[in-house]
Structure formats: structure tokens, C-alpha cells
């Protein structure tokens, strides 16, 4: 299951990974599905999609029975082919400062990552633009994008964003300090 807007060729596609299983959000006690536990007046998807949203881009949100980040991040590539590169965001991630998406987005270029660095730490989320696309289509498995760093210059965003880093991963994590 997926979603998205209408994509513009000249700017980046934000891919918002939704896909995986949230286990060690459930083994840590937690109630329901990491994506649906609930943060202030909505869930942690939404606070997501809502950041995402503010930045105005065009997104997409990559859903479904995916095995790992791998194959979510290809499935998302293929669903937004025809762009100027991808953004990818996690669906855990709700903290991410819409400013910090905007920032990563403007220093996106064709032959390089663009990361968010927060207190000396590559955060979220990443873009890679439009020469990282058959490399982000061959993904599958649990490894996510990291390895393609090497492919191409790496252009660090500095920002000040706890969010970049803050994702849910137990229910602890659902208070932003």
C-alpha cells in the first residue's frame, strides 16, 4: 500500500519508509505497531508524514510486506522513477524539523548524498540524488542505503535538530528530550 502527490521532475521525491515490523518497539512493551502509537493528538506516522508534509515536497509513502529497508527503498525508488533524486525518511522519525528537510533537500546535487549531521552524527534524513537511482533500485535485504556513500561525494548538512537522530524504537523513545 502506498501514497503520494504529484511528483514534479525537477525536485527531489521524499520516500517515507513505512514498511517494517516495529518488533523491538512490541518486545520493549510496547502496546501496538511503533507507527501507530500514539504521540500527543496523532500517531507517529502521522507526526511523520506531517513534517514531511510542511516541507512541501512531493512524497511518497512506501508500505507493505517488505522483507527489509532494502527492498522498501527500491520499491520506493521505482514508484517515483523520473525525479531529480530521493529523499529518504523513516517513518520512526517524527521529531525531524520540517527546516531540516528543507536544508538536506537544498544541498541535494546530482553526484552526492546529502546528510544532516547534529552534534558530529549523520542523521535523517539522507538524499541521494538522480545518479544514486540504479544503485538505490539494486537494494534489498536489511542493509539500508549506507553503503552507496561511497559511490559519490558526501555533502554534510549541519543542523540543529535532535530530531535527525531520534527514532522510535521502544516506547520510551515516544518523549523527545
Known amino acids: 500500500m502506498s501514497s503520494h502527490i504529484t511528483l514534479s521532475k525537477d525536485l527531489p521525491c521524499v520516500l517515507i519508509l513505512a514498511a517494517g515490523r516495529g518488533?523491538?518497539?512490541?518486545?520493549?512493551?510496547?502496546?501496538?505497531?511503533?507507527?501507530?502509537?500514539a504521540l500527543g493528538n496523532s500517531t507517529v506516522?502521522?507526526?511523520?508524514?506531517?513534517?514531511?508534509?510542511?516541507?512541501?515536497?512531493?512524497?511518497?509513502?512506501?508500505?507493505?510486506p517488505h522483507p527489509g529497508m532494502g527492498d522498501s527503498i527500491a520499491a520506493g525508488v521505482a514508484a517515483c522513477p523520473d525525479v531529480?533524486?530521493?529523499l529518504i525518511v523513516l517513518g520512526d522519525m517524527p521529531f525531524i524539523l520540517p527546516s531540516s528537510i528543507e536544508r538536506v533537500?537544498?544541498?541535494?546535487?546530482?553526484?552526492?548524498v546529502s546528510v544532516p549531521v547534529q552534534d558530529g552524527e549523520f542523521g535523517h534524513p539522507v538524499g541521494f540524488g538522480r545518479s544514486f537511482g540504479s544503485g538505490l533500485l539494486a537494494l534489498s535485504g536489511d542493509r539500508g542505503a549506507r553503503p552507496l556513500f561511497k559511490q559519490g561525494r558526501v555533502?554534510?548538512?549541519?543542523?540543529?535538530?535532535?530530531?535527525?537522530?531520534?527514532?522510535?524504537?521502544?516506547?520510551?523513545?515516544?518523549?523527545?528530550?
Do not use: N, Y
Open 84 to 86: 531529480d533524486g530521493w
Open 45 to 64: 506516522l502521522e507526526a511523520t508524514l506531517a513534517a514531511v508534509q510542511a516541507s512541501g515536497l512531493p512524497w511518497h509513502l512506501e508500505r507493505g
Open 155 to 177: 555533502v554534510e548538512v549541519l543542523v540543529d535538530d535532535p530530531g535527525v537522530l531520534w527514532d522510535i524504537d521502544v516506547p520510551e523513545a515516544l518523549v523527545f528530550k
Open 23 to 37: 518488533e523491538r518497539f512490541l518486545a520493549s512493551g510496547g502496546s501496538t505497531h511503533k507507527l501507530a502509537a
Open 105 to 112: 533537500t537544498a544541498a541535494m546535487v546530482d553526484d552526492a
